[in-house]
């Protein structure tokens, strides 16, 4: 019995643990300063604004199963539709990836079905090794990135050359995401952690333009620090906001239903 209740002690602690904050490198920002929240506002903004894309990417891949460079067409749609078609030397389509936010399907050149399986968390882990789940890579991918749901602005820094850094906790006081600004109030840093305070993800925003009247990032490098892996992804041709029918995002193929999404056998 004394046994049983060190076990629960134990599970009570771990679970309730706060985890330890990234250190402040820069000048604290006062509360009464309006700079960080009209940054979070700005930024919101943006994202309401911005609902799909269609263009064409150059995709760099680096992890210890993977080195990928090549040229992509994609297409995305807010929260968690998307299309790559993956491009091969002459720019003919090698496979197609498609996902409607709940279904995935994946087509190679040449295979006469399609695999199709229920939408996880770690699917473009799977097939890219990018670690993002659809709808963070949509948001990235639209130029949309925004704060977690239900976090709360905890620390405001300056730091050199007019950038400024928001720190956003969860309702524990746990960091969650960290948003770098430059001087022009563009975003050009995310760093993301999980509950227990593991990084998860960090993106990079560069050579940043006008697209339709609204700065967007031709270049985003990205760190997977879960997985050791990175990725960058140059931008040529943008289209934001198109109409993006839903068929674009199913491919009418016969398909193979993955055993990855908890089936085995032939789907028609």
């Known amino acids: ?10 599970l009570v602690v771990v679970g309730c643990r706060t985890v330890p904050a990234p250190p402040i490198l820069g000048v604290p920002i006062p509360a009464d300063d309006p700079r960080p929240q009209a940054l979070l506002e700005r930024l919101g903004e943006t994202a309401a604004s911005r609902h799909s894309m269609r263009g064409s990417v150059r995709l760099s891949v680096d992890s210890e199963e993977l080195t990928y460079r090549g040229s992509q067409r994609v297409a995305a749609s807010r ?12 720019s003919q389509v090698a496979a197609v990836l498609t996902t409607d936010g ?25 097939v890219a090794r990018i ?90 490098d990205l760190e997977f620090p879960r997985t050791g892996a990175s990725a960058r992804v ?5 289209e934001l906001n198109p109409t993006l029918p839903d068929e674009l995002f199913f491919l009418r193929v016969p398909k193979r239903v993955s055993s990855a999404g908890g089936g085995g056998g032939e789907g028609g």
Do not use: H
């Open 234 to 238: 140059q931008f040529g041709s943008v």
């Open 131 to 220: 670690d993002l789940e659809p709808r963070e890579a949509v948001a990235i991918l639209i130029g949309a990135t925004t704060p977690g749901g239900a976090l709360e602005l905890a620390v405001a820094e300056e730091r050199s050359e007019g950038v400024v850094v928001l720190r956003l906790d969860d309702a524990r006081g746990n960091p969650r995401q960290r948003l770098s600004f430059d001087a022009a109030g563009l975003l050009t840093r995310t760093e993301n952690w999980d509950a227990g305070g593991e990084p998860t993800w960090e993106a990079r925003f560069s050579d940043y333009d006008d697209r339709d009247g609204s700065a967007f990032a031709n270049r985003v």
């Open 1 to 10: 019995m004394r046994r049983a209740a060190l076990w629960i002690a134990a």
């Open 102 to 126: 709940r279904i995935f399907q994946f087509l190679e050149a040449g295979a006469k079905q399609a695999e199709i399986g229920p939408v996880r968390s770690d699917l473009l882990w799977r």
């Open 79 to 90: 929260p968690a539709r998307l299309r790559v078609e993956i491009l091969g030397l002459f």
